[in-house]
Structures are given as structure tokens and as C-alpha cells.
């Protein structure tokens, strides 16, 4: 993808000129350079994208495409990411400032997701119901449920897009996608490969621009049928109060402030490890951070150890290098967020035991150091709330029982990690601890095939495996009447 070029919104399988004229600037966070400028959608440029779905929607060529047919364009999708995955990543990374390596990753992967939906598409079916009478047939049917939009957030692009599209395509649905302001390149190039891969024109929609312009006309257009949101806490819940008021469904993937937990019968070097995957892989800018860590007083010394020396070797620099372990903060304000949350720690009585500086990463960027907070608790807001940057809070704990209620105390839902070699321990913390996913003894890991979800203030409804599925279709109930006979006394109802 060359860079500094102008971007236009891709509405009915082609570049659309937005409605204002207007343009924005993204910018290469490790280094403040513009790479290109983007159509700055808004609520016309919204209606002709939810248009174009809705036709698309109501197209046989599209709405009758077997359901086979559906997956194999899927595949074919899967596959044309798969060829361009070095392209998409070098973009993702420029755009967010995530390392090259973290984000190869991710697109060496993602072809998984639309390959697990292009198999899924024909195995999507309703059932037959028993009736208390033979002559009378029952069964339901999953239908698709007509435009969906999806915004998402800056922090893993096409992942996340990927897992709102693939499965509400699978389903049949037809999609408007309004991706971060921050990062619009990538979005906007999977929207092209979906044409090349065979999907009608209109299946696939992008408006690109900023929430309150481009994001909320989505939410409100009268034609949405569904809303899938991924990002903050904050905007989910506007998005939720929208959606509810016209009585569309939501799929919410929102925050988090994940405890990570060392037991006492931990192997103290893989936690650490696992500490350090979990705070600092992404620079933090993950929603499943493990930010809150607790370890058990008989290792906490060792653990802070291990965890501090190697945020201290952590080489920050320019993503692009393979061996650079941390990149910057995806743009200013998140950079200055960071900041000013290690500053309010001091404040609240919090020691920095190591980073806890703002850097330029000697190349002009919006970078921050690894930072280690102890002398913290549950009360404090840099322990409550979700700081997003490579910030870990450190404390110590003595019974199971008192890390539980530590962990569960929270706002949010999303992950928690156990490092254990207690099987017993493992299953019992894993059945109390209140998050949608649970990893003992490893963390972040991730597959289309396994469904995730947020509790509590992290979200609402299920991403991932078959489960999603349901997020995207509604049931209709059939009842055929087989006897020909007269119909009986219309007072009486029957089954
Ligand atoms: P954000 O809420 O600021 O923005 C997310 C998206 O919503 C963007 O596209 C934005 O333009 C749009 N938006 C903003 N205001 C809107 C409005 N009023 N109406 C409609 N759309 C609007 O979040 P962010 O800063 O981009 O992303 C970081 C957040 O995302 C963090 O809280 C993180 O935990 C969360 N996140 C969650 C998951 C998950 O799976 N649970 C995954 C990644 C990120």
C-alpha cells in the first residue's frame, strides 16, 4: 500500500467520494509522519452505505446464494488475505504503531477465521419441533437479519473486523463497517479484497471517519438491523441505550482491567513471563491487558524481580524492526492518557518501580516506557480503571479466597489469568473468578473456534465459534397445517 495517498470511502464495491469533501490526516505514531488521508464520513455518506447494503441484502444475488456458495466465498476471502498479509500487516503496523512481527502474526492467522465461517456457512440450520399433534408440522428456520454495522477500534484492526464480518456474512447478512479514525488503510483494503473475492456489490461497506460523525449515523440509521461494536466502555454503552431504543440487537466487546494471578505453586519464571505477555505484548493496548497482577506473598519478591528487570531490558523502538519489543502508543492522546494515569498512581500513593516516562524512542514518537506500579490497591483509580498502555499494578495477596474477591472486584469481565500447578486450585479459581475467558498457565491466547465474551461492564454477547452465529440470525417459527380437512372450531386454539 503506497503511502500519503487519499483514501476514499468504499460504498456499493466501489471508492466513494464522502458527501462533505473533507479529508483527515492519518498519522505513523512511532514517528508523527502523515501516511495518507481519509474520506471524513458522515451522515449522508452513512445512508448511501446502509442503502447500498440493504440492496445488496435484498439482491438474489446475494439472498439466494446457497448457503454452500456463501462459504466459498468466504474461503476465497480467506485465501486473497492470506496472499496480502504481509501488505496488510506493514499497514496495520505503520498505522498503529503495534510491532511488524505482532501483526504478521495476527494476518498469518486471520485466514483461520474466514475459513472456520466459510465452513460453518452451510451448517447453519433450524430444527423440527414436536407438536402434540401429528398432522401439524413445526420448525424453525435462522435467518439472516439484514444490514449489520460493525465499528471497531484502532488497537488490532482487521482482527477485530474480521470478527464481526466473517460470521455476519456467513449468516447472510450484508455489512457496513465504520473503522477507527486511526486506522482506516487496512478496512478499507479488505473491503476491496471482498469484491475480488466474489461477494455482490454492497455486501461489503465502508465508511471511514470519526465516531460521532460517521459511527452514531450507523447506530441511528433506521435501515440497521444490528449493531456489532468493539472499543471503550464508555461509547458501548451510548451505542447500547441507541441500539435499545429501536429495538435492534448489539454485540458489544468492550474493556477490561484482567487480573493476572501467581499462586505460591506457580512456576515463578513461566508467570513472569506470562506477567510480562500480558502488560506489555502491544505496548498494553490490548483490551485482555493483565494489568491488575496479584502474586501470592511467598513469591512476590521473586516475581517483581523478574518482571522488573525484564521491563527494564524491554527495547523500545520502531515497530518495523524485527527486534524491537515495544512500539509507541498509537497517538498523541493515548500517549498523554498513559501519562497522566502514572502520574494520578503517584498522586494516590503508588510506587514507580521502574518506567514511568514518556519517550520519543530517539525517532520522534509517542512512546512510554514499561512501568511497574506497586505500593497499590483496589481503590485507587490506577487499579479500577482501564489505562490501556503498558502499565502493570503489582500486589501482593495470602489466602485464595482473598484473591478471588480481589479480582472479582472490579467493574469489568473480560479475562483473568492463574498461574498454578494445582490442578484442583486451577478448575476451582477458574469456576469463581467472574471473566469470560480464563487462561491458567498461559494468557492471550485466541481462536475463531472458541467463543469469547465480556462480563459484566466488558461487554455484551458472544464473539467467536459457532455461538456467534446466534448474534447474527433471529428465528422464525413454521407451523403447516398437513390435514386438508375442515378447519375445527375457531374458539378452540390448537397445536
Ligand atoms: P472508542 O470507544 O473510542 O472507539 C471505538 C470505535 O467507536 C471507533 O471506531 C470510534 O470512532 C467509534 N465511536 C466513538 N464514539 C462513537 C459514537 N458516539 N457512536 C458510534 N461510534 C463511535 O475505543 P478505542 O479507543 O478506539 O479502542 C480502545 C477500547 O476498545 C478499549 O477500551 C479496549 O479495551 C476496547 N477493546 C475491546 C476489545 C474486546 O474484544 N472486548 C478488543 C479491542 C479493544
Redesign the pocket.
Known amino acids: 500500500m503506497s503511502e500519503r495517498k487519499t483514501l476514499q470511502h468504499f460504498i456499493d464495491g466501489k471508492p466513494a467520494e464522502p458527501d462533505s469533501g473533507q479529508y483527515f490526516a492519518s498519522t505513523n505514531p512511532a514517528n508523527r509522519e502523515v501516511l495518507y488521508e481519509a474520506a471524513r464520513g458522515n451522515a449522508a455518506d452513512v445512508d448511501a452505505a446502509v442503502r447500498s447494503a440493504r440492496r445488496a441484502f435484498e439482491d438474489p444475488r446475494w439472498r439466494d446464494l446457497s448457503q454452500t456458495k456463501r462459504g466459498h466465498l468466504l474461503r476465497r476471502l480467506g485465501d486473497l488475505v492470506a496472499e496480502n498479509a504481509e501488505e496488510l500487516a506493514r499497514s496495520e503496523s505503520l498505522d498503529n504503531g503495534k510491532l511488524l512481527r505482532e501483526m504478521r502474526g495476527q494476518l498469518t492467522t486471520l485466514p483461520e477465521y474466514y475459513y472456520y465461517y466459510a465452513g460453518l456457512a452451510d451448517k447453519i440450520n433450524g430444527d423440527t419441533i414436536p407438536t402434540s399433534d401429528r398432522r401439524v408440522l413445526n420448525y424453525t428456520t435462522r435467518e439472516p437479519l439484514g444490514v449489520v454495522g460493525a465499528?471497531?477500534?484502532?488497537?488490532?484492526p482487521l482482527t477485530?473486523t474480521t470478527s464481526k464480518l466473517a460470521p455476519a456474512l456467513c449468516a447472510g447478512n450484508t455489512v457496513v463497517i465504520?473503522?477507527?479514525?486511526y486506522t482506516s488503510a487496512t478496512v478499507l483494503r479488505l473491503a476491496e479484497l471482498a469484491i475480488e473475492a466474489g461477494f455482490p456489490p454492497g455486501a461489503v461497506n465502508v465508511v471511514t471517519g470519526?465516531?460521532?460523525e460517521a459511527?452514531?449515523p450507523?447506530?441511528d440509521h433506521p435501515a440497521l438491523a444490528k449493531i456489532s461494536?468493539?472499543?471503550?466502555?464508555?461509547?458501548?454503552s451510548?451505542?447500547a441505550s441507541s441500539a435499545a431504543g429501536r429495538f435492534i440487537g448489539s454485540t458489544l466487546?468492550?474493556?477490561?482491567k484482567s487480573p493476572n494471578i501467581v499462586f505460591d505453586d506457580a512456576d515463578v519464571a513461566n508467570a513472569a513471563t506470562g506477567v510480562v505477555a500480558g502488560i506489555f505484548a502491544a505496548a498494553g493496548q490490548?483490551?485482555i491487558a493483565g494489568s491488575r497482577v496479584f502474586a501470592h506473598r511467598a513469591v512476590y519478591d521473586e516475581l517483581l524481580e523478574r518482571v522488573t528487570e525484564r521491563a527494564r531490558s524491554i527495547r523500545i523502538g520502531d515497530p518495523l524492526d524485527e527486534t524491537t519489543e515495544l512500539g509507541p502508543l498509537a497517538f498523541e492522546d493515548q500517549r498523554d492518557k498513559v501519562a497522566s494515569y502514572v502520574d494520578l498512581g503517584r498522586s494516590e500513593g503508588a510506587r514507580v518501580l521502574t518506567g514511568g516516562q514518556a519517550t520519543d524512542g530517539g525517532l520522534g514518537g509517542y512512546f512510554y516506557e514499561p512501568t511497574v506500579l506497586v505500593d497499590v490497591n483496589n481503590d485507587m483509580r490506577v487499579v479500577r480503571e482501564?489505562i490501556?498502555g503498558p502499565v502493570a499494578a503489582i500486589m501482593p495477596f495470602d489466602t485464595e479466597d482473598e484473591v478471588i474477591r480481589l479480582a472479582n472486584d472490579t467493574e469489568y469481565g473480560?479475562a483473568a489469568g492463574v498461574w498454578t500447578s494445582n490442578l484442583a486450585r486451577a478448575h476451582r479459581v477458574a469456576g469463581r473468578l467472574e471473566a469470560g475467558t480464563i487462561w491458567v498457565n498461559t494468557y492471550r491466547a485466541m481462536s475463531p473456534m472458541s467463543p469469547r465474551q465480556?462480563f459484566k461492564s466488558?461487554?455484551v454477547g458472544v464473539?467467536h465459534g459457532t455461538e456467534t452465529i446466534r448474534e447474527y440470525t433471529r428465528l422464525k417459527s413454521v407451523w403447516i397445517n398437513t390435514d386438508e380437512g375442515p378447519v375445527p372450531d375457531p374458539f378452540v386454539l390448537r397445536s
Open positions: 465499528i471497531t477500534p484502532w488497537n488490532s477485530l465504520k473503522p477507527s479514525e470519526f465516531g460521532v459511527g452514531q450507523l447506530v461494536f468493539t472499543g471503550s466502555t464508555a461509547t458501548g451510548r451505542i466487546e468492550l474493556g477490561g490490548t483490551c482501564e490501556f473480560l465480556g466488558s461487554g464473539e
